[in-house]
């Protein structure tokens, strides 16, 4: 709608009654008479305008008379609202029922012409009291597909007109004089079931209206329930959160609503296979123990087995050196008993001491097993106090025997170096395991724990901080017994000696001999076992009872595997020739 100006065809209005009868025939269909006009039927003093409708009210329609009774002149047409344009929709071209019969028989004769009341408008307005902007518009119709043929069709919608009043055909009126008021509506078309009333703001496929209670009757009534609603469902929330947060802090500080017993096995007698590592434990931590020396510039932490039931304990020389001649040393047993303890003997180059303790009853002495049976893949279990964790119980098995390695050397002269003919363990290791008991699976000592292989600074005693990476060394039990034995009978070790001196800088495959000795003595001690055995300086000597030799240290390790007195067998190169020889070792007193 633009200004009041109809956009669509222009419609034909009716015009107003004229004095006079006469006689129509029914039109063929409604959309006939729709398009004709209207005659009044009326007595001329009828008054020319109708009274007004009330909007919603269904209009009778009045019968047409027949177009050639009225001249489209005898009406000026009336101006129109802006606000309201009465171009008719399209109507449905669907069957319709009859028209009436006219109420009352015109004169066939031609009415006379009547002057329009009005001056003709160009804009097609109807005339005055015809339905003003308050008359409901014509309903929209569309159309509905039509369904197929043999398709069940639902009886048609009972649809409102807006009022909650059911919208049907038009009422046709009787036959017989009524009043006719100045202006008639056009005749509606009945309701066909394919043509539905449509409403722009209702749901898909809904009638124009919706039947019920016009829009707003409520009064604000649907706002007010729905808020009633939200505020319900604000509360139960709330009330529904506290009461789960109660339950939780409940659940929380009382470690749930009932009282949780988690299955446990019963507890038994504690026995274990006297081969396990737990039966091993059981039976060798009794006679370990742990040591604190201390001394006027160093103090260390070590460990130590019991001997005999004397109190003789063997330990590392390394863990007592700190006391030196006037240091303290405490002995910690496996109970938690202590007592002090003094220096029996000790041995630099075998790197071994014994301490005694005194006044202490009830020792339990470690049994002693033989190095000289220990196989590679051997379990053991490794007993000490690393980092001063007493009674550290770890377990591995032999990796190597008959390893040569060296030990200690912070002096510089060489006097504190250890050479060792090792046994190779993965047992863990560290600092403070020094000294204590290498076992087998029977409980006896077949090693003591002396050194490990650090990852950052090579070969090591257990005086250091480097830590274990399962590269530990012990002193077979054979040699340490030997030593021991010497230690508590005579307070001194002996060594076993070639009487050489040997070229420490040699890079080649042996061990050489010097061209000179220490302080410009010669390299083969005149009268020693090697002199009588034929030794010169600048041989190589590359076998030891059958045992390739590749160093000086290695040498020196082989040797001290032995006691003084037992015959070697030497394996020897001289300028390019292969030579051998015996010799029976000597003694040497130890350091």
Known sequence: MDDGKPTGPKAKWWSRPTSGHTTTSAPESAAAAVDAPVEDARPADTPARPEPVAPGQPVAPEPVTPAESITPESVAPEPVTPTQSMTPEPVAQAPAAPAPAPAAHASAAPAPAVKPLHEPDEYSTPPYGGPGPWAPAPPVQRPVPTPAHGTPVPAPYAGTNGADMPAGPAPVPTPGPVPTPAFTPPPQPPQSTPWLQYDPWGGYRQPLTQPGRPLGSDGGRGKDRRGSLLVGALLLAL?????????????????????????????????RAPDSVAGIAASALPSVVTLHVSGTTESGTGTGFVLDNEGHILTNNHVVAPAGSSGDITVTFSGGETASAEIVGKDSGYDLAVVKVKG????????????????????????????DLSNTVTSGIISAKDRPITAGGEKGDGSDISYVDA?????????????????????HVIGINSAIRAADSGSTTEGGQAGSIGLGFAIPINQGKRVAEELINTGKATHPVIGVTLDMKFTGDGAKVGAKGAGGKPAVTPGGPGAKAGIKPGDIITEVDGQRVHSGEELIVKIRAHRPGDRLDLGLTRSGKDLSMTLTLGSATGT
């Open 239 to 271: 009330v529904a959160g506290g009461i789960g947060g109660g339950i939780g802090a409940y659940i929380e500080r009382n470690g749930g609503l009932t009282t949780v017993e988690l299955p446990q096995a019963a507890k038994n007698s504690g026995g």
């Open 360 to 387: 202490v009853s009830g020792l339990k002495p470690l049994p002693l097993g033989n190095s000289d049976n220990v196989q590679v893949g051997d379990p053991v279990v490794a007993i000490g106090a690393p980092f």
């Open 423 to 443: 046994l190779q363990t993965d047992a863990p290791i560290n600092p403070g395991n020094s000294g204590g008991p290498l076992v087998d699976t029977d409980a």
